[in-house]
């Protein structure tokens, strides 16, 4: 069956440092993938979507890269603050359906 | 202006009873979606709506009935409630299947 898969560990980092998030995919070829973020108690809020014939996608300090070969997403925040700590979701799709990873918690400490 | 709104955002039942969860957006939006989100925070899609259609229906019990009466309404009708219902349920709209979605504040279930 499509999976998508996040790591499930917190990732803990220093303000100022880049953050690296992974996303990786399995059993199938998604048209696009899609990052978005989630705070606690809230809905999550769409950050970046990345088409399979692009390679790279930016968004202010946001950036996104979808390898097609490693079947992997990775998400970076450059010089991230405390205000970037959250969980980020990566969602895939080839139908329009979108299947969401478990997604990650980012932890940015001042 | 609240883009994606749900009511309510808190609810609190018990077992056996009926509830429904309404939501409204306000952007134009052509699709809109219901999610659950589960303990483990898994988001996972029930249904979608496109234009009043129905156009995804993943494996969800016959106890959940979606409604659409228009294109900026998507109701969520929960008939018998079970312990296994309780999580935190979205409602998502976006301009066309497939585009960048828009959520709104959820609404946590609780059955008891």
């Known amino acids: 069956s499509q999976k998508i898969e996040q790591n499930s560990e917190a990732l803990n980092i220093q303000e100022g440092k880049t953050a690296t998030l992974t996303c990786n995919y399995t059993?199938?070829?998604?048209?696009?993938l899609q990052w978005y973020r989630q705070d606690p108690g809230r809905g999550p809020v769409f950050l970046l979507l990345i088409r399979e014939n692009e390679k790279e996608k930016r968004k202010e300090r946001l950036k996104v890269t979808f390898d097609t070969t490693l079947k992997q997403s990775l998400f970076h925040i450059t010089a991230s603050q405390p205000a970037d700590s959250a969980t980020y979701l990566c969602a895939s799709s080839n139908t329009g359906k979108l299947i969401f990873g478990q997604g990650t918690t980012l932890q940015v400490k001042p | 202006d609240t883009a994606v709104s749900q009511t309510p955002k808190y609810l609190v039942t018990q077992m056996g009873n009926d509830k429904s969860i309404k939501c409204e957006q306000n952007?134009?939006?052509?699709?809109m979606y219901w999610y659950k989100q589960d303990s483990k925070k898994f988001l996972k899609i029930m249904f979608s709506?496109?234009?009043?259609?129905?156009?995804i229906n993943e494996t969800v019990p016959n106890r959940f009935s979606p409604k659409s009466p228009d294109k900026a309404h998507l109701n969520l009708h929960i008939n018998s409630l079970e312990l296994g219902d309780s999580a935190v349920y979205f409602c998502a709209s976006s301009p066309r299947l497939g585009d960048e979605q828009y959520f709104g504040p959820g609404t946590r279930l609780t059955v008891t």
């Open positions: 059993n199938y070829s998604p048209a696009y």
């Open positions: 709506y496109n234009n009043k259609e129905l156009i």
């Open positions: 952007l134009g939006h052509d699709t």
